[in-house]
């Protein structure tokens, strides 16, 4: 059904081209005459159709030219019984509206009926032609090719129209599009802007809202699961940066108490490597004393077994004295010869006493009992025969005093030859704690160079750790600028577990 206002836009079209009762009746009077020829006309014009690539595009198969054909004269059908109505109108709509669809522009469709308008007129100037007798049939064949071009025209009119109705649609509904697409995008780039204003303060909390316009779903989401990833990223990083700036303070102060132990130890070692060289100088000096008290008991002994010698003569010497003292009355010379000797032999028992020292201090006891026995004999020899039965006895002593030395004297040599021994194995055994003092001392000489060199190290690892600490706290000082949930939450448990872990540290130090 059409509008009364088409309706009315029809009439007045119909009296404007002069398509009026008369015209009309002319035109239903020239029906048989179009369907007649109107699909040759249509054949010629389809054919040039398909001589413009321009317009040959629009009808690529037979079936579809077949169908625009047939549409066609349909239509010219109803144009043939001159019945201009709603029939008539929904046709060439409908025909408008077609080439529109396929965007066929007015240039080629007007080309087109001028090839249709130029075999509708040649049928009817065929058909119709007047006779050679009078004007009348002239004027009638003028009538009736007018009304073909006015119908054709009409025709013409309501496809351009629509045509231009249409596009004119199109662009009013674009220019709608635009403006909704224009809106759509302000809203957008408002939110989105809102969105990285709050982003570029760190809040990754805020996401584009769902109902963003349709055609920026796929923006929103991908925003959305953007920030999403990157709250997640910031997360983890911000734990592994609370977690790292945790160790790093760990390692510092580790470090810190490493330089400042390592340190003590490189002074302790210093100061024991002074004191083992003080020792090792002092363990020396004890075995070369070691050696010479060694040689000097030696010689010691040496001549404590030439003492042994000599008062074994000398008990034999007594002996002798013993056994002749019944013939001393006789031998007075005898007596004082062997007093001489004594008392020589006293004074060098006396003298090698003296040079055995302490050790032969008994000795020289024993040789000042000679020599006074000695001195006694002499002072006998004098008084010989007054005092025979005094020196008997005396001789006797001496004799046993002799013995008595005798035995002193090999006891003493035993014993020098034991503290021989002794000072023997002690000059080897501190000539060997000296060689491996001096060992220790190069040793230890060595671990203190090494030292030094671990503590200026160690001193430059916990500089290098120190600045790492600050460079990490930087990174997490930037890191909680970021606003998200997770960031909290995980940020408030690394703070609290961080506190736990250094309670525990102090605790542990103290």
Known sequence: MISSEEKQALSKRLDFI????????????????????????????YKRLRM????????????HMAGAKRRQQE??????????????????QSVGRAHARIGLEPRWYIGGYAVLLNELVAAVVRERWP??????GSDKLADEIGVVVKAALLDMDYSISIYLDILEDQRNQAEIARKKAE?????????????????????LEHTLPSTMPANFQKITQDYNSSIKSLAGTLTTVRAAGEEIFRSSASIAEATNNLAHRTEQQAAGLEESTAALHELTGSVSGAADGAQKASQVVQVTLEEAR?????????VSAMGAIEKSSEAISKIIGVIDEIAFQTNLLALNAGVEAARAGEAGRGFAVVAQEVRELAQRCANAAKEIKGLISQSSSQVQSGVGLVNSAGDALNSIIARIDEINTIVSKIAAAASDQSGSLKEVSAAIG??????????AMVEETSAQTSTLREEVERLVSSLRGFKTRDLERSGGENLGRRQDDQATSMRRAS
């Not at 006779?131 to 009348?136: A, C, D, H, T």
């Not at 003492?307 to 074994?312: E, K, L």
Request: aromatic content about 8%; proline content about 2%.
């Open 18 to 45: 002069g398509l009026d009762e008369r015209a009309r009746k002319v035109l239903k009077d020239l029906g048989p005459t179009i369907r007649d020829n109107m699909s040759a006309a249509l054949d010629s014009f």
């Open 52 to 63: 413009f690539p321009e317009t040959a595009r629009f009808f690529r198969s037979d079936e």
């Open 75 to 92: 239509h010219w059908g109803v144009v043939g019984t001159a019945k201009y109505d709603e029939t008539y109108v929904e046709g060439v």
């Open 131 to 136: 006779s050679r007798f009078g004007r009348g």
């Open 183 to 203: 809106d759509e995008q302000a809203q957008a780039l408002a939110a989105l802007s809102d969105a990285l204003a709050r982003l570029a303060t760190g809040d």
């Open 306 to 314: 030439t003492s042994g010698d000599v008062v074994t003569k000398a």
């Open 446 to 455: 060595s671990m203190d160079s090494i030292t030094q060199q671990n503590a």
